[in-house]
């Protein structure tokens, strides 16, 4: 990098930003520029995907679709950011939860990669998952319903 185009200023709030908001890693690219910042020695799940995956084929029960009843349902969960979902900590792994699988709170249910980074969702209370409601590398937006435990 030419240091003409280096920005100390923009590191600095890049790094606050990283404090304020509890995020492990930033990334800035503006084409002519590319600036990442991370935290040292801060565990995280590292979900290693090929540049170019071929679409799997899936012979287990795949996902119902999210739909209005899931969303107002008592036993939903929902995203709490913008990303993609993951159901394993890692590609050819069990999965964290399958449907009909008795979980306790605080359990990982799966984890959400958003800004490369991997958030694990945790189970609000225990119970029984019934259904779930996103697939294996599926966008999710905010507030959308991602499991039901009864």
Same mark, same amino acid.
């Given at each position: 990098?030419?240091?003409?185009n280096?920005?100390?200023?923009?590191?600095?709030?890049?790094?606050?930003?990283?404090?304020?908001?509890?995020l492990?890693?930033?990334?800035?690219?503006?084409?002519?520029?590319?600036?990442?910042v991370?935290?040292?020695?801060?565990?995280?799940?590292v979900?290693?995907? %090929?540049? !170019? /995956?071929?679409?799997?084929? #899936?012979? +287990?029960? &795949?996902?119902?679709?999210?739909s209005?009843?899931?969303?107002?349902?008592?036993?939903?969960?929902?995203?709490?950011?913008v990303g993609?979902?993951?159901?394993?900590?890692? %590609?050819? !792994? /069990?999965k964290?939860?399958? #449907?009909? +699988?008795? &979980?306790?709170?605080?359990?990982?249910?799966?984890l959400?990669?958003?800004?490369k980074?991997?958030?694990?969702?945790?189970?609000?209370?225990?119970g029984?998952?019934?259904?779930?409601?996103?697939?294996?590398g599926q966008p #999710?937006?905010?507030?959308?319903?991602?499991?039901?435990?009864?």
């Amino acid at each position: 990098m030419a240091t003409k185009n280096f920005d100390s200023d923009l590191v600095r709030s890049l790094a606050e930003l990283l404090d304020q908001t509890n995020l492990t890693e930033i990334e800035y690219d503006t084409g002519s520029l590319r600036i990442r910042v991370a935290r040292q020695g801060v565990p995280m799940a590292v979900h290693h995907m %090929p540049a !170019a /995956a071929a679409p799997a084929v #899936v012979a +287990a029960p &795949v996902a119902q679709p999210a739909s209005d009843d899931a969303a107002g349902h008592p036993g939903a969960v929902t995203s709490p950011m913008v990303g993609v979902s993951y159901l394993s900590p890692e %590609p050819g !792994a /069990a999965k964290f939860i399958d #449907v009909g +699988a008795t &979980v306790s709170e605080g359990q990982t249910l799966m984890l959400i990669e958003a800004m490369k980074t991997f958030n694990p969702i945790r189970a609000p209370r225990g119970g029984k998952v019934t259904r779930i409601l996103v697939t294996d590398g599926q966008p #999710v937006e905010f507030g959308e319903p991602l499991v039901i435990i009864e």
